[in-house]
């Protein structure tokens, strides 16, 4: 598990929510949830994401899953709940929620009501720093319309606002030109289907999907990508090709009933969205259905 110093690196699951058949929160569930993953050898998870369907709760109710996760956690197991919202102030206010309720960090996208300039997002990071948890950046450009390139996330960190980045564009490129102009910032896998290449070029952590489904075989490949052991790269590349139709479901728009689908099929709780999101249209479910059968009758789990 992550170390007290930093508890934001290994692998932190974007947990799915689940739900009642009325679509009101299963607070036990998600207890049970967090326990099941921390049995399965994650370090932490990463409460309220996009996986968590954030947006469609209730202030009450984001506040109790965050407060639910860091009750179920055992003993170093981290919990970094994202405080995205649309004002400075709101995600401000989650991070002292956060820090109130026992949080370790925090995941923070930058402004995401509009196409914010630099100037903007320095000042969103510096009010979140204030709550006085470290806070790790999640670059989403496709999200949020702002990217945080290499060059403003070593602003940001040099100035002591972040720890880390979440680091979802897919171009494995940055993580070089990262590690160039902020050496010591911490470089976080952002997308399932890109973990490979970033545990090469450096990665210190994962902000996870498809743990949610199959933890014990995504923290072994995990290990593996990380090690930096030249011997360990066979065995994590002949998992990775195994594990790749299905992980690369998380970088999809469905990827929140993908992996929720995938979770039912794996015999753990998925179950249904809340709206805007809709039900997988059948052609979709058939693909991730035999994507997530090919994996199961491989043995992984």
Not at 20 to 27: F, H, K, N, P, T
Not at 62 to 73: C, D, K, L, N, S
Not at 80 to 86: I, L, T
Not at 257 to 269: C, E, N, P, V, Y
């Amino acid at each position: 598990m992550t170390t007290s110093a930093t508890p934001w690196r290994g692998i932190h699951v974007a947990t799915a929510l689940p739900f009642a058949d009325d679509l009101s929160v299963d607070y036990d569930g998600f207890a049970e949830h967090v326990r099941f993953l921390a049995e399965g050898g994650c370090d932490g998870v990463t409460p309220n994401g996009s996986l968590g369907e954030y947006q469609t709760l209730t202030s009450q109710e984001r506040a109790r899953v965050v407060e639910t996760a860091v009750q179920a956690a055992p003993p170093g197991f981290g919990v970094m709940p994202g405080v995205a919202a649309y004002g400075s102030m709101e995600a401000r206010r989650w991070a002292d929620q956060a820090a109130e309720a026992g949080a370790t960090s925090v995941l923070l996208l930058p402004p995401n009501a509009y196409r914010a300039p630099r100037e903007a997002v320095v000042a969103h990071y510096r009010e979140v720093a204030k709550a006085g948890l470290p806070v790790v950046a999640y670059n989403n450009p496709f999200d949020t319309k702002v990217d945080l390139t290499p060059a403003l996330l070593a602003e940001l960190y040099h100035e002591g606002l972040i720890v880390g980045v979440k680091e979802f564009t897919g171009d494995v490129r940055r993580a070089y030109e990262i590690a160039e102009l902020a050496p010591e910032l911490d470089l976080l896998i952002g997308a399932d289907d890109v973990l490979l290449e970033l545990g090469l070029a450096g990665a210190v952590g994962w902000i996870a999907g498809y743990p949610n489904m199959i933890p014990q075989s995504t923290t072994r490949l995990y290990r593996l990508a990380t090690s930096g052991d030249p011997a360990d790269l066979p065995e994590a590349l002949r998992v990775y090709r195994d594990l790749h139709p299905l992980l690369r479901w998380d970088s999809k728009p469905e990827f929140v009933q993908s992996i929720k689908l995938s979770m039912d099929l794996a015999g753990r709780r998925g179950g249904a969205c809340r709206p805007p999101r809709l039900p997988l249209a059948p052609e979709l479910v058939a693909r991730i259905t035999a994507d997530t059968e090919a994996v199961l009758e491989k043995g992984y789990k």
